[in-house]
């Protein structure tokens, strides 16, 4: 599958009883002209430092404000990154980046020092871990990750560098099948569920139980079963649930009520056809959302 690089346009949406208020937005663009590696954007985040850092298609980009600081793959050199498609960075507490590349595996940055590790996911088992093309990471709780691969959901535990693939299967050559998951999304501090990861996958949508470990899926909403979801392009935790965007648009899941609904559906924005697909979610504030569009 394939994770589109760049949000292209941003549309703010405020559900509430808010006064009507003229504002102003200024853009922006920073391109390879100005440093940048590749213009073809996969994930972006900010350090505790406030270095904003930028996965591209072609390495790893780190921003002071001024210029650009580039990471890649260099021949010959285990100290580089593994690859230079960079699909999904995370900090943990100890603030080293974790690297989900496609075509190289897990990679872990220390921006102080500058050194990069390759990991391999050692599992003890046969067949080994197809580890290569990864999509997402998270962190839950401290010390585990959460990687989304091609071929299911790794489990890496940093401190042995152990490993464990879930949601996987083998065909009749004991080779993994490909068994896609996207985004790997953990429980925030102080929400109603503790255990769970949301996935988006092949199936659609599916609940990780990180106890029993253990997935249900959903091709519809959750509780209701009324809205088909399609393709689930973003989840996002919140301390009630979750929230996500898909085909039928914006939808808010309430585990403690046991509820869903749909807050904004992609048909009311913009006219005529196509339309709209929801990309990414941004959660500004209480019913306040930036959403990405294509």
């Known amino acids: 599958m ?8 941003l549309l703010l949406v405020v559900c509430g009883n808010l006064p009507a208020q003229k504002s102003t937005a200024t853009f922006g663009h920073l391109t390879i002209n100005d440093g940048l590696s590749q213009n073809s954007i996969n994930c972006i985040h900010q350090d505790r430092h406030g270095f904003m850092w930028f996965g591209t298609h072609d390495g790893l980009n780190r921003y002071d404000g001024y210029q ?12 580089s990154l593994s690859n230079n498609y960079i699909y999904d960075i995370h900090e943990d507490a100890e603030g080293v980046l974790w690297i989900a ?3 190289g595996g897990l990679n872990s940055l220390n921006p102080t020092t500058g050194e990069v590790i390759r990991h391999t996911m050692n599992s003890g088992e046969t067949p080994a871990i197809p580890d290569s093309r990864l999509f997402s990471i ?11 691969s091609n071929e299911g959901l790794i489990r890496y535990d940093k401190s042995p560098g152990q490993a464990r693939l879930f949601l996987a299967s083998l065909n009749e050559d004991h080779i993994y099948k490909d068994n896609y998951v996207g985004i790997v999304s953990a429980p925030v ?3 109603f569920d503790t255990e769970h990861l949301w996935l988006q996958c092949d199936s659609g949508l599916a609940r990780f139980n990180t106890k029993t470990l253990t997935a249900e899926y959903f091709q519809r909403s959750p509780f209701s079963n009324t809205y088909e979801l399609g393709s689930v ?3 996002v935790q919140t301390k009630e649930g979750m929230l996500m965007v898909c085909t039928s648009g914006l939808m808010e899941v309430n585990l403690m009520q046991k509820t869903d609904r749909l807050v904004l559906s992609a048909s009311s924005i ?3 056809e196509p339309i709209a697909v929801m990309h990414k979610l941004l959660v ?3 019913s306040r959302y930036a959403i990405g569009t294509m």
């Open 2 to 9: 394939h994770k589109s690089g760049i949000i292209i346009f």
């Open 68 to 79: 650009f600081l580039h990471y890649r793959s260099e021949r010959n050199n285990i100290n």
């Open 101 to 103: 590349t496609f075509g």
């Open 138 to 148: 998270t962190e839950f709780p401290e010390g585990i990750l959460w990687i989304g």
């Open 189 to 191: 501090a102080g929400g």
């Open 233 to 235: 392009n973003d989840i």
């Open 270 to 272: 913009g006219s005529g």
């Open 284 to 286: 500004l504030g209480k």
